[in-house]
T-cell receptor, first 113, second 115 residues
């Protein structure tokens, strides 16, 4: 079945370090891809998305590119801040409005000052 | 706009007790969802409702029932709670209009412990 695999955490970085969180997917078709972020004690918020191959999603300094050839959607940020400390989830969806999200297990990021 | 609201925020139950988790959205969304989040497991879909009056099972529906009371409200009921249902429960909603890929909006969650 369809699935999403993320790098295991936790990931601990110093402020201003470069961040990469790997995400790969298994799917029979061409899903849309998402990164969600969960800050401590809160629900999930959409961080960015890409709906077709080679699309780049970006928001708040984070970027991810939909790579069909490697079935990947890695999250990157050039300079992390303490406020980026959160759990990050990669997810995919099929079928537009009738699709259901399939999530990876999440990667916890801690950024130290 | 309040977005997606959930009650209660925390709940402790004894094995065998029942309870209903409430969810409401004020964004006029057609679709609503219930997920559970367990450590190291990500979020897993319990039930969803594509529109008022319809509900469908997700990945882990056993031990749960749902009711789409109206367009705004989608409740999740545990008839006989078990320790395996200790989890954080999230409700979400999304529009189902002409957008290609509608975003899901999540509530703040309910932390449930079953002893």
């Amino acid at each position: 079945g369809d699935s999403v695999t993320q790098m295991e955490g936790p990931v601990t970085l110093s402020e201003e370090a470069f961040l990469t969180i790997n995400c790969t997917y298994t799917a029979t078709g061409y899903p849309s891809l998402f990164w969600y972020v969960q800050y401590p004690g809160e629900g999930l918020q959409l961080l960015l998305k890409a709906t077709k191959a080679d699309d780049k999603g970006s928001n708040k300094g984070f970027e991810a590119t939909y790579r069909k050839e490697t079935t990947s959607f890695h999250l990157e940020k050039g300079s992390v801040q303490v406020s980026d400390s959160a759990v990050y989830f990669c997810a995919l969806i099929y079928g537009g409005s009738q699709g259901n999200l399939i999530f990876g297990k999440g990667t916890k990021l801690s950024v130290k000052p | 706009n309040a977005g997606v609201t959930q009650t209660p925020k925390f709940q402790v139950l004894k094995t065998g007790q029942s309870m209903t988790l409430q969810c409401a959205q004020d964004m006029n969304h057609n679709s609503m969802y219930w997920y559970r989040q367990d450590p190291g497991m990500g979020l897993r879909l319990i039930y969803y409702s594509a529109s008022e009056g319809t509900t469908d099972k997700g990945e882990v529906p056993n031990g749960y029932n749902v009711s789409r009371l109206n367009k705004r409200e989608f409740s999740l009921r545990l008839e006989s709670a078990a320790p395996s249902q200790t989890s954080v429960y999230f409700c979400a909603s999304s529009p189902t209009d002409d957008r290609d890929v509608p975003e899901q909006y999540f509530g703040p969650g309910t932390r449930l412990t079953v002893t």
